[in-house]
Structure formats: structure tokens, C-alpha cells
């Protein structure tokens, strides 16, 4: 009885390492999420198709509407670093990145968004 417990508690470990990479892909982190006009805002994605192109998306209310389009390469090791600029708008706006990930075990469109915010000077 021990042995098909011991053995069902190794298939079920083994079964959430092989979850794990997924879990873990196609990241976005932005800094700082609040800032004035003329900030830098900076993107920086982690865990994307080595180089592929990944698409980004600008809106600039968050509204769904998208406003600026572009694209960057995402480096060999997956990662990526976008730098845009604060303009005249002091709104939540929204940064969406993405890409069609052809590696065998993921073979989809990922979406990864991210909010940030201008807002009044002084």
C-alpha cells in the first residue's frame, strides 16, 4: 500500500515541475508604475520566445482603444527592455506586449498588459 502511495506522491511532484516553466513565462514588470510627465517608464520583459519579435501595444486611457503600435526583439536568453516616455495625458494607461510563442510546449498568442499612471505635477 506504501508503494502505490509512494509512487502517486512522485507522479503528483513530478507533474507540477512540469507545470512550472509555463507558470513562469511571458512576464512584464514595469517601473515606476506612477510618474510625472516626461518619466521614463521602462518595460522589461522576462521569460519570452528568444529572439522573436514581441509586439507591443499603447492605450493610452486604458479605454481598449490602441493609440501606438511597435515591436521589439527579445534577446537570446528571452528578455526584453522598452523605455516609453510620458506625455501630456495624466490618465492610467495601459502597455500591452505580445507574441506568438511557436516552442513546442507552449504554441500560442500571449497577452501580458500592464497599467501605469501619469499624473499631475506638483
Known sequence: ???KLAIAAVAAVLGSLALAPAAQ???IYVSPRFGDQGDAFVFRGTA???FKRVRIYYDESADGRIEQTTSVFAN???SFRFTWRGENVED???MCFRQYDSRRRF???FTR???FTLVPAG
Open 92 to 94: 492610467t494607461h495601459r
Open 48 to 50: 519570452w520566445q528568444p
Open 1 to 3: 500500500m506504501y508503494g
Open 113 to 115: 498588459c500592464r497599467l
Open 25 to 27: 513565462a511571458h512576464n
Open 107 to 109: 504554441q500560442r498568442t
Open 76 to 78: 537570446r536568453f528571452g
